[in-house]
């Protein structure tokens, strides 16, 4: 009998089932499970596995939402911010940026406050100052990761309002570096960039804004901007030459089904249309196809639905205007269900994971 006892205790799973094992688990649970092994807490900390758990766990499920300080699934404490209002720019790989402005001018002694944070670690930090000048119009901020150097990096763009030029001045943070650098771009007056996307805004490593460009004969054409975080270069992405993105409406930039795509919104006098529009093949105008329509009664949609994303069990997800989660299923094409009030529009989905940025410091 003691020899099997001793047999039983003296067991031990091999090392590479123990890292299977735990990649698949929360990030709550290997916090907890970092205090009952040495080689676990020394496992759970390495870059190796942070990746392995990262595709693993953080690729197979639908993570949590976050909108503000505040996340659905995962409490992210308030006090984590000394200011309650904060602008979501994206999320990607489990880290979420912020920014205290967006869209304004800033005068010389204005702290342009951006920061970066984990809400499933509770791990934040802020950016380093970035140079602006007296009346600079910040245009836009972007977030995003480059593969090639597996570095986080920001961009924000903005525009000299005394100057006589509408040259535009381009800064980039690296998370490696830990420091911003200006950049020059090539037609740095074409764009005028919108940064009013619903999702992350971050796909196929780049961040994307809508924009306004000016045609040869003078025509406000609406287009896609994107920042390459990898080169470190503007592109732009033609939209579909349809009717429904000609004329006075409102299209966001989203993703539906892992596809790059655009939500067109019509309002029209007793039903607002809503058309979602994926690229079937990233960056290529030709594979742009109207995917799916949604018409919601004026009665039920009160103002208007603003779509998040893509969600995996029910489509999709969309807040109405008085900030609450609606779902709506495309199967039965109803409008199924609310949650609670939401503290302002701009929200992302997150995933779970244990990116940190303090081990890049």
Not at 44 to 68: K, P, Q, R
Not at 125 to 136: A, F, K, R, S
Request: aromatic content about 14%; some cysteine; hydrophobic content about 35%.
């Amino acid at each position: 009998m003691m020899r099997r006892k001793e047999f039983v205790g003296s067991f031990q799973v091999p090392e590479e089932i123990e890292r299977e094992i735990l990649s698949r688990l929360p990030v709550k649970s290997l916090f907890r499970f970092k205090t009952v092994k040495k080689s676990w807490r020394n496992l759970i900390g390495d870059s190796t596995f942070i990746a392995m758990h990262l595709n693993c766990y953080g690729s197979n499920t639908d993570g949590f939402l976050v909108h503000g300080c505040y996340s659905y699934g995962i409490q992210l404490s308030r006090s984590s911010f000394d200011q309650p209002r904060k602008f979501i720019i994206g999320s990607i790989n489990g880290l979420v940026c912020l920014s205290d402005k967006i869209r304004c001018f800033l005068k010389k002694d204005d702290r342009l406050r951006i920061h970066i944070c984990n809400p499933s670690t509770r791990e934040i930090m802020e950016l380093p100052q970035c140079y602006h000048d007296h009346n600079d119009f910040l245009s836009g901020i972007g977030f995003g990761f480059c593969r090639k150097f597996n570095d986080y990096k920001v961009v924000k763009v903005s525009y000299r309002r005394d100057s006589s030029s509408s040259e535009a001045q381009v800064q980039v943070y690296s998370s490696n570096m830990n420091s911003w650098k200006m950049i020059k771009i090539e037609n740095p007056s074409l764009w005028a960039l919108l940064p009013l996307y619903r999702g992350s805004g971050c796909f196929n490593g780049a961040f994307h804004w809508q924009g306004l460009k000016k045609s040869s004969s003078k025509k406000i054409i609406k287009t896609v901007v994107s920042f390459q975080f990898d080169e470190e270069v503007f592109r732009e992405i033609n939209l579909p030459n349809d009717p429904d993105f000609q004329g006075d409406v409102q299209f966001f930039i989203t993703e539906y089904r892992d596809f790059f795509s655009s939500l067109v919104v019509k309002q029209g006098p007793n039903v607002n249309v809503y058309k979602v529009w994926v690229m079937k093949e990233y960056g290529v105008p030709d594979s742009w196809i109207k995917q799916l329509t949604i018409e919601v009664p004026i009665s039920q949609d009160q103002v208007m639905f603003r779509s998040i994303r893509d969600i995996k069990y029910k489509d999709i997800l969309f807040q109405d205007s008085h900030h609450r989660f609606i779902w709506y299923d495309t199967k039965s094409k109803q409008m199924d269900g609310q949650s609670q009030l939401l503290l302002q529009w701009y929200c992302t989905r997150c995933k779970e994971s244990l990116v940190s940025l303090s081990q890049k410091r």
